[in-house]
Structure formats: structure tokens, C-alpha cells
């Protein structure tokens, strides 16, 4: 079951044209990064949006306590995670397409659910069923590119993918304020679901299916256990997949209590959107820095360095936010470079956990999504759920997460951390 690189792999990477080579994709490569990007953003669009409204949907579904309304974030990102299991074994059973196409069907129509909602029940249903069915486009995206690139090729690939679907939390706060100027937090739904059919016109006119026929998997409970196993006993597949799961809390904490820490830094919102951009904008070029160096340096000694460093400022952080010297700058500078560490991991590990995974690629992006996103989610909303006024509870976080994060890939790597991949 477990899948080699391709030979061509073993040819020099220094060149652009090498990822002309590895091309395997039914569409040009400008328009297939475009694509997946697209998909990718559309989940930061239905997160990142929501932080400037948070207020206002506590104030019109009554309700008061800060820290509750965080379950509008977090009720989406644990639908997100949970379906993960699902769209996987269907997408490689079924083809990308189909999944692919129902599952943003299904998102438009939650996202007018939640838009109409009478109640914040409903409206955290509504979320959770945002969260299931978008969950397709992280599992089937993955499957996607790993379908047409491997190895260094595809962490380049995620690299530029990462890269433009970062303007979606560049542009999603600023885009969920400026409908808060004009509009009811209602109107944010409404523009989510018209920008979700758009993309769905796009993937169903545009992208035919990668998953040959002869390729396809039958569902069954035996294949399902003998995939996960493969996929949860690969030494690379486990131990990424947890990696990647410590960070992604940590970024998820982050998210649930940005708002409330520049309300508490600052005393209003005013700054949260600039804040956001800002953060966001150094994940965005750490991914572009990623996608030119990654050919050359390879994906271990970048996202291991990255880790290293993250930790480092998650440390120096903690020491600011715990002695009473955290201010507005600090916080966003600080926050800025330790996202531009994440923005250098995550697509790494990402590629790095699917390596050996090509014969079961939409069921081991399943599992692993379902780990990283389902456990990061309720690390995120732990942390979240701590705010006290400081950053401290969010840092402390940080640091345990990142230190984590490290000893896993020590124990993976057995002495090769900052070798070339």
C-alpha cells in the first residue's frame, strides 16, 4: 500500500521548468494553483470573516458572555475537522468531482441557513454544517494535488497554493467589517454562499476528474481500516500529521481570542482588522519565500528550522505577555513573525505527512485532516475558552504547542532534523 515518488523525482530540482515535468494536471498550472487556492480559501473566508461581527452577533442573538460567542468559530472549525473521515473514503471511492461539487452545494446552503438564523442554536448548527461540508474542499484539494505532484513539486505546489489562499484572512476580516458599515452581520453569510457558488461554477466548468477509474477504491470496512492503518503507522504520515496538529491549535487559539486581546490591548476593535492583515500578510510571504527555496533546500530543513525558530519566539512572547510588558506592537510584531514561522512549516508538513500516501490519497488527507483540524479545534477553543484579559493563557500555548510539535519530529527523524529531504 505504500506509495514511492515517482521516478522522475530522482532528477535535479533547481529549475522552474522541473515542475513542468512533474506536471500531471488536467489544466495549466497558473489556473490549477488558482483553483485549489480558491478552495482552500473559501474555509479561511467562512472563519476569518466572522471575527468583526462577533460582537454584533453576541448583541443581536443575545448573547452577553465574550467567551461564548468564540463557539462561532469553533462549532465550524469542529464540523470542519469530524467530516474529514467521510469526504476522504468517498472521494477515492467516488472520484474528486462529485464530492467535490455536492459538498459546495451544501455550503452555500448552510451559509444561507446561517444567515437567516432566528437563534445563535441554529446559527451554531448552521456552522457545524458550514464546517462538514467544506471540509470536502481541504480533503479533495489535497487529494487533488497529490493526484498531479509529489515531493518537492508538491510542497511547491501547496507552497503557491498557500500563498494566494492567504489573501482570504488578508481580506476576509476587512471584507466582514466593511459589510458591518453597510449592512447586518447577516449580509456576511449571504456574500459567503454568492462567493462559494462562484468557485463551484468554476471547479464544475473548469476541472475534470484526476482520479483514474482503475484507481478507485470500493467502500468497505475492511479497505477503510486497512487505509487508516497505513496511513496512521507511516512513520512520516503519524508524526507530521501530529506536528502539524500541535501547531494548528496554537494558530486556532489565536483565532478565537484575536479579538478580545485587541479589544483588551487597545479598547475598541478599531485595530483588529490592520492587526489581522498584518499577521496573515507574513503567513502569505512565508509561503511565497517557501515556494522558491523549497526545490533547493528541500521541506525538512526549512520547516524544521521554521519550528525552531517559532519556538524561540513563542518563548520570548510568553516572557513579554507574563512581566506586563505586552503591548498593541508587540503583540502584532511578535504574532507576525511566529505566524511567518507557521506559514513556513505548515506546507511542508503538510507534503511531508502525504509523501508515501499516493495510493490512498483522499483517505490518508481525510484522516490526517481529521486529526490536525478536530483535535487542533478544541485546543484552539481550550485556549480560546482561557482569556483573561491577557495574552499569557494564549502564548503559554504557543510554547507547550511548538515544543510539542519538536519532540515528535526528533522522535520521527531519529537525528535527521535539519538534514535535506
Known amino acids: 500500500m505504500t506509495h514511492r515518488p515517482q521516478s522522475g523525482m530522482a532528477a535535479p530540482m533547481n529549475a522552474p521548468d522541473a515542475i513542468d515535468q512533474e506536471q500531471r494536471a488536467p489544466i495549466g498550472f497558473v489556473e490549477f494553483v488558482a483553483l485549489v487556492a480558491s478552495l482552500m480559501a473559501l474555509t479561511a473566508l467562512g472563519i476569518d470573516s466572522m471575527l468583526p461581527a462577533l460582537p454584533a452577533i453576541g448583541t443581536a442573538l443575545g448573547v452577553a458572555s465574550e467567551n461564548e460567542r468564540q463557539f462561532v468559530i469553533s462549532s465550524f472549525l469542529l464540523g470542519f475537522g469530524l467530516a474529514q473521515l467521510v469526504h476522504g473514503p468517498l472521494a477515492d471511492r467516488y472520484g474528486r468531482r462529485p464530492v467535490l461539487l455536492i459538498a459546495l452545494a451544501g455550503y452555500v446552503v448552510a451559509n444561507l441557513v446561517a444567515a437567516f438564523s432566528s437563534s445563535f442554536m441554529l446559527l451554531l448548527v448552521a456552522r457545524f454544517a458550514s464546517g462538514l461540508a467544506i471540509a470536502a474542499s481541504r480533503v479533495v484539494t489535497v487529494a487533488l494535488v497529490r493526484d498531479c505532484y509529489s ?51 468554476w471547479f464544475a466548468i473548469r476541472m475534470p476528474e484526476t482520479l483514474a477509474p482503475e484507481q478507485r477504491h470500493p467502500l468497505s470496512i475492511e479497505r477503510l481500516m486497512s487505509d487508516w492503518r497505513v496511513t496512521l503507522t507511516d512513520r512520516a504520515s503519524i508524526g507530521y500529521t501530529l506536528a502539524a496538529t500541535a501547531l494548528l491549535g496554537a494558530l486556532y487559539g489565536f483565532i478565537n481570542s484575536v479579538q478580545q486581546i485587541v479589544a483588551a490591548l487597545t479598547g475598541s476593535d478599531d485595530l483588529l482588522v490592520p492587526v489581522f492583515i498584518g499577521v496573515a500578510s507574513m503567513m502569505a510571504l512565508a509561503n511565497l519565500i517557501n515556494s522558491r527555496i523549497v526545490i533547493r533546500l528541500g521541506t525538512r530543513r526549512i520547516s524544521h528550522s521554521a519550528l525552531a525558530a517559532f519556538i524561540v519566539l513563542a518563548g520570548v512572547h510568553l516572557v513579554v505577555a507574563a512581566t506586563g510588558h505586552e503591548t498593541i506592537w508587540t503583540f502584532a510584531i511578535l504574532q507576525s513573525l511566529a505566524m511567518a514561522c507557521f506559514g513556513l512549516a505548515s506546507a511542508n508538513f503538510s507534503a511531508m505527512a502525504m509523501e508515501n500516501m499516493g495510493a490512498i490519497a483522499g483517505t490518508a488527507s481525510s484522516v490526517q485532516g481529521f486529526i490536525t483540524v478536530t483535535i487542533g479545534a478544541v485546543v484552539g477553543a481550550l485556549i480560546g475558552q482561557r482569556f483573561d484579559g491577557t495574552t499569557v493563557p494564549l502564548y503559554l500555548g504557543f510554547f507547550v504547542a511548538s515544543l510539542l510539535a519538536f519532540v515528535i519530529i526528533a522522535i520521527v527523524e531519529r537525528g535527521r532534523m535539519f538534514r535535506p529531504s
Request: proline residues 4%; glycine residues 8%.
Open 151 to 201: 515531493g518537492r513539486a508538491m510542497a511547491r505546489v501547496m507552497s503557491l497554493a498557500f500563498m494566494v489562499f492567504m489573501a482570504a484572512p488578508v481580506l476576509a476580516p476587512s471584507f466582514g467589517q466593511l459589510i458591518l458599515l453597510f449592512g447586518s452581520w447577516r449580509l456576511i453569510f449571504v456574500l459567503i454562499a454568492v462567493v462559494s457558488a462562484g468557485v463551484l461554477a
